[in-house]
């Protein structure tokens, strides 16, 4: 195994997850009832054997930082591996100097004090599987100085809007990193991942910093495009990136269906989580539950229907619930209809009997929220 740490980066200002995001950041979401979004990005890091991880962290910290803990639940080595929380001070969320450099630059330190030679960085806010330890031997193998994720899509003109595209020439090698305009639908989505030498990094944040205060890594990688090696490599399988209220909402509808959900689960490759001790699910005589996903200590007396249900909710009899997001604790009252929405954790729907929007604009439920 080449020695490698990680670094889980958080979203960057230009990506907004309206609602959900007033609450927990991105990595904290809750994912197909039972997971959350930064479990994917730490649990392909340590099925690598990568087992020191830096997370950065920004904004509202608390619930992550609950979830993350001290790591044990990923599998960590507990004596060679570690899991370390950095925060960054940047005051706002869409200010122009919040940007990964700047996060980088005020934990350099700790950086620096890793003593392995090769650094793989992933965000918090995209749904993939990878074996890092493999895509390290082909950046090994290639002679390249940084070595980019990328995943090839059809709907680029109505999807991934707030993410990068790589431009490519025939030997996969990058040519440019840019944002994605919606003016073409076969593109190369850039999964934000990056694969080179600690060296390279640090080098890269010093010289981004000494240019510009605004600029980003990847900024800073197409300023310097012609004086270094930079490669390609495809990813395949299911790739969701959460960057905005449609696309979480799309990310776990399309995890209902089981042969895609065959497509990012393995036996082998497990996704780890924090872990609750709670009692099955309560399937009551009125039940009805088709092609859907129903965690662990729900009561359920109602109709559900290709929806996700998170742990502990409560669903009354009557109550029929369709092409839905549920979060944890929710509780849907006697005869209630609740359709294409996502309902936030905690709240309570019981005393409007109809809730439903367009398909194609799901309603959201504020946390919390009695209706």
Not at 25 to 52: E, M, Q, T
Not at 142 to 152: C, P
Not at 234 to 246: L, Y
Request: charged share 20%.
């Amino acid at each position: 195994m080449y020695k490698a740490f990680g670094i889980v980066n958080s979203s960057s200002k230009n990506i907004r997850v309206e609602g959900l995001e007033d609450y927990r950041p991105i990595g904290a979401f809750s994912f197909l009832g039972r997971y959350r979004v930064i479990d994917f990005p730490i649990s392909n890091l340590s099925n690598s054997d990568i087992d020191r991880i830096q997370i950065y962290v920004q904004e509202k910290p608390r619930t992550l930082v609950s979830h993350i803990g001290t790591g044990r639940h990923y599998n960590i080595n507990s004596k060679s591996g570690r899991l370390q929380i950095l925060f960054s001070d940047t005051a706002k969320r869409n200010d122009i100097y919040n940007t990964d450099i700047a996060a980088y630059y005020e934990n350099l330190e700790c950086i620096e004090a890793m003593h392995h030679e090769y650094v793989v960085i992933t965000p918090d806010y995209m749904v993939y599987s990878a074996d890092f330890s493999t895509l390290i031997a082909q950046h090994i193998d290639s002679g390249a100085d940084i070595t980019l994720l990328y995943h090839s899509v059809d709907n680029a003109k109505e999807a991934y809007l707030n993410c990068n595209i790589l431009n490519l020439n025939k030997q996969r090698g990058v040519l440019s990193i840019e944002p994605n305009h919606g003016n073409a639908k076969n593109r190369n989505i850039f999964m934000d991942t990056y694969i080179m030498k600690k060296d390279l990094l640090v080098d890269l944040i010093k010289k981004a910093r000494a240019t510009s205060s605004a600029f980003t890594l990847t900024d800073i990688i197409n300023e310097l495009h012609n004086d270094l090696d930079v490669r390609g490599i495809s990813h395949r399988g299911f790739f969701a990136s959460i960057t905005d209220f449609q696309s979480y909402y799309d990310a776990n509808m399309d995890l209902i269906n089981i042969k895609t959900a065959q497509t990012l689960f393995d036996s082998e490759w497990p996704i780890y989580t924090r872990t609750n001790d709670s009692c099955p699910t309560h399937y009551y005589g009125t039940a009805e539950i088709r092609n859907s996903v129903v965690s662990n200590g729900c009561q359920v007396e109602g109709t559900i229907e290709n929806s996700i249900l998170g742990r502990g909710c409560i669903i009354h009899k009557g109550a029929v619930i369709k092409n839905s997001v549920v979060l944890a604790g929710a509780e849907i009252g006697e005869g209630v209809h609740v359709e294409n929405q996502v309902v936030d954790k905690l709240a309570k729907i019981l005393h409007v009997k109809e809730v439903v929007s367009d398909p194609a604009l799901p309603g959201y439920i504020k946390r919390g929220d009695i209706i």
